[in-house]
T-cell receptor, first 115, second 114 residues
Framework: AQSVAQPEDQVNVAEGNPLTVKCTYSVSGNPYLFWYVQYPNRGLQFLLKYITGDNLVKGSYGFEAEFNKSQTSFHLKKPSALVSDSALYFCAVRAALNSNYQLIWGAGTKLIIKP | DTGVSQDPRHKITKRGQNVTFRCDPISEHNRLYWYRQTLGQGPEFLTYFQNEAQLEKSRLLSDRFSAERPKGSFSTLEIQRTEQGDSAMYLC????????????FGQGTRLTVV
């Protein structure tokens, strides 16, 4: 079965410290991986994606993610967290389901950055 | 604002009533998606259009649900005979074609069935 797992419901980080939000996936064929962020009462905002090439991809707001094929992971990272980074983060993978490449979503990780 | 627009933002309805939501995608995008999101969960795929053609429907989309995109621009999602279990956030997204492209989401319509 094709799936995405975000093993942590919540991640707490002190402001200024590095942060990591974990994502692992299981798909057939090449994965196309995405991270989105959702602020309260707001829609999902695209952060970054991995399609092919360099395993480290850079995205919006200083975020980056590292694709690791052997560990089937795509963890989201930021070197120095800001209080404004507090939000809900979703990992998603595109897989060939019914030939229409639906996005399969993780359950989300709540990131709390404490001052 | 050239983003994805959804209307209304909030809808409270009595069980058994019909509701209709509208989505206006980014004008250059020919793909349009509807998702449902409940608290603490990621979005669940409902249906997908390429231009005016509805190419796929999830098993979640019972016969009480119908979606249209008559001219390949805006889309509507109708729920007939609403049930309390339909209470959720309904998200619309649009994108360019291609398996590599990211989707852009609207702010959603929050439906509460009482």
């Amino acid at each position: 079965a094709q799936s995405v797992a975000q093993p942590e419901d919540q991640v707490n980080v002190a402001e200024g410290n590095p942060l990591t939000v974990k994502c692992t996936y299981s798909v057939s064929g090449n994965p196309y991986l995405f991270w989105y962020v959702q602020y309260p009462n707001r829609g999902l905002q695209f952060l970054l994606k991995y399609i092919t090439g360099d395993n480290l991809v850079k995205g919006s707001y200083g975020f980056e993610a590292e694709f690791n094929k052997s560990q089937t992971s795509f963890h989201l990272k930021k070197p120095s967290a800001l209080v404004s980074d507090s939000a809900l983060y979703f990992c998603a993978v595109r897989a060939a389901l019914n030939s229409n490449y639906q996005l399969i979503w993780g359950a989300g990780t709540k990131l709390i950055i404490k001052p | 604002d050239t983003g994805v627009s959804q209307d209304p933002r909030h809808k409270i309805t009595k069980r058994g009533q019909n509701v209709t939501f509208r989505c206006d995608p980014i004008s250059e995008h020919n793909r349009l998606y509807w998702y449902r999101q409940t608290l603490g969960q990621g979005p669940e795929f409902l249906t997908y259009f390429q231009n005016e053609a509805q190419l796929e429907k999830s098993r979640l989309l019972s016969d009480r649900f119908s979606a249209e995109r008559p001219k390949g621009s805006f889309s509507t999602l109708e729920i007939q005979r609403t049930e309390q279990g339909d209470s959720a956030m309904y998200l619309c997204a649009s994108s360019f074609p291609g398996q590599y492209t990211e989707a852009f989401f609207g702010q959603g319509t929050r439906l509460t069935v009482v």
